[in-house]
DNA sequence: GATACCATTTTGGGATACCAATCTGGTATC
DNA sequence: GATACCAGATTGGTATCCCAAAATGGTATC
């Protein structure tokens, strides 16, 4: 593995783990010595991270991006589109076998697994179903959503009901798409999606104070 | 402006004006001689042109990348997704003011308008559109789809009736959505973004030996 | 003539040196 | 005390080295 792929793929965890707060500044020297490289393999990983929204130019310097509520109302609406044509195609698809996987996802938590793992399979489940479309752009358009949303979404205070409906949802999804039928399985994905984006803009407007407090920009709707 | 916008913006042209055949070898050390600039500036131009399709990696080492007929069917399915849904939101807009302008780009494309504009004009006619939504993602995918679009458009083998035909529909689709019809609207955007993928892959398709013997390379869907 | 092999060159990845622009902190001035 | 100003430190942009790996091309061998 290449230095560059390496500080690429470090810097991006430290940035979705908010271990590095949205808005906040990134010197590349900094990271330089934070990760044992020159600025060369440095550079290259801000070149891409920049491509993916985690971190933009401040004039001259470079920033985490900040939280953006306006931002993730644009992109719940733009994962819709995307996330629904995918499905689509996939409800066409006459082999459904590759839904079990998926559906073992889901069935890989329980009570007992960490509140990160859930994080992580909630959103591998959209980018997974994604994949089912054989349609290369649109899973990466699913899965670079996803990426831009994944801070926001680790920041939501979510309870309890609120991660089993969302499992249940997703379930419904699954059930639907195995049967072939698209366009209930596309009417449940949008409403989960509309849903989804509802509490998490709520959630973290709410939130709002206490999130700067902790030293993490927030840009309003 | 800095160097490294300049490499980028010029390679770019370069790579979209054909005057780098699809599948040729780049060396950062050609590109530093052709545009003087040092490597560094040259590979941040490298590393934003990937992410844009136009060049990718080859084992190592860089090539322009190749017309792929595949991928070209995937990226319609693609930007149909988010045209459709961006067209959509525009519908559902009170202003409808700026269609005006689009509209007077068409008008400004006549018979004795160079071939090079009309193929300008309707790429654009396509992320103008795009742009009115309001949603920025949306409209980055649809113009990030066209330049991607752009080489094998150029390439296509395009009869004057065929222009015009794509004229019409465009005009079409701006009466619909100047008047709010949203399903009218997406209706003839679905049917004018199929009918331009099939001419274009049957183009491409038929000239494919005609295109290699120029030093092109045409992946087969 | 085909092929295996080795020396040379070329290439991308990385490290580092340098510069101009900018930021910062302190100081002198009023 | 406020402010204008200047010297030093910091930063991103660029150029240039170095290196290991891979491509290249010629040659000896069969």
């Given at each position: ?43 290259a990983a ?15 310097g470079?920033?985490?991006?900040p ?31 590759a ?31 994604a ?47 195995r ?5 209930e ?5 949008s409403?989960?999606i ?15 104070r206490?999130l ?10």
């Open positions: 593995m290449s230095q560059m792929q390496n500080v690429e793929r470090q810097l991006r965890e430290m940035i979705l783990a908010l271990e590095v707060g949205p808005g906040e500044r990134l010197t590349e020297r900094w990271i330089e010595g934070r990760f044992g490289a020159s600025r060369t393999p440095v550079r801000l070149l891409r991270l920049e491509t993916e929204g985690l971190v933009g130019r401040d004039g001259r470079w920033t985490v991006s939280i953006n509520l306006a931002e993730l109302e644009q992109i719940a609406v733009y994962r819709e589109a995307v996330e629904v044509a995918a499905l689509r195609l996939t409800c066409g698809q006459a082999d459904k076998s839904i079990d996987v998926i559906e073992a996802m889901l069935d890989s938590c329980d009570e007992n697994t960490p509140r990160e793992e859930w994080h992580r399979v909630g959103m591998d489940f959209h980018i997974e179903l994949r089912l479309s054989g349609n290369e752009f649109l899973f990466r358009a699913v899965r670079d959503a996803m990426t831009r949303l994944s801070r926001a979404r680790w920041l939501e205070v979510r309870d309890e009901t609120a991660l089993g409906r969302a499992w249940l949802e997703h379930r419904a999804i699954l059930a639907a798409t049967l072939g039928q698209a366009d399985a596309t009417r449940l994905l409403a989960h509309v849903g989804s984006r509802n509490r998490l803009v709520t959630s973290l407007a709410n939130d709002r206490g700067r407090a902790r030293g993490f920009a927030v840009v309003a709707a």
